[in-house]
């Protein structure tokens, strides 16, 4: 079992930058890919970056490349979402995820979920 508890949204303007932190339970976490997704106001949620067990492979949403970065701390459980240059459009509620199996998002991911983070970017 993995509990996943997310922090640092917020409202910000556009332009500006966040880091989330998801923050997760119990000695196993080395063992879990993690990723991000997020959901916006009346859309499907949607897969926004995941990193391997190590930490050394990455993947991105195309509409998120080059602006957010995803990384981990196995030391300290976490994983973090570091995000720049953020639109409007990145408005959602971000949720943290872990899948013991998978690292690459092929439609179909994650064990457990957090309960989320709002994010608001302003125009």
């Known amino acids: 079992q993995v509990q996943l508890v997310e922090s640092g949204g917020g409202l910000v303007q556009a332009g500006g930058s966040l880091r989330l932190s998801c923050a997760a339970s119990g000695r196993t976490f080395r063992n879990y890919a993690m990723g991000w997704f997020r959901q916006a106001p009346g859309k499907e949620r949607e897969f926004v970056a995941t990193?391997?067990?190590?930490?050394?492979?990455?993947y991105y949403a195309d509409s998120v490349k080059g602006r957010f970065t995803i990384s981990r701390d196995n030391a300290k459980n976490t994983v973090y979402l570091q995000m720049n240059s953020l639109k409007p459009e990145d408005t959602a509620v971000y949720y943290c995820?872990?899948?013991?199996?998978?690292?690459?998002?092929?439609?179909?991911?994650?064990?457990?979920w957090g309960q989320g983070t709002q994010v608001t970017v302003s125009s």
């Open positions: 995820a872990a899948d013991r199996n998978n690292v690459y998002y092929n439609g179909r991911w994650g064990d457990y």
């Open positions: 990193i391997s067990w190590g930490g050394g492979t990455t």
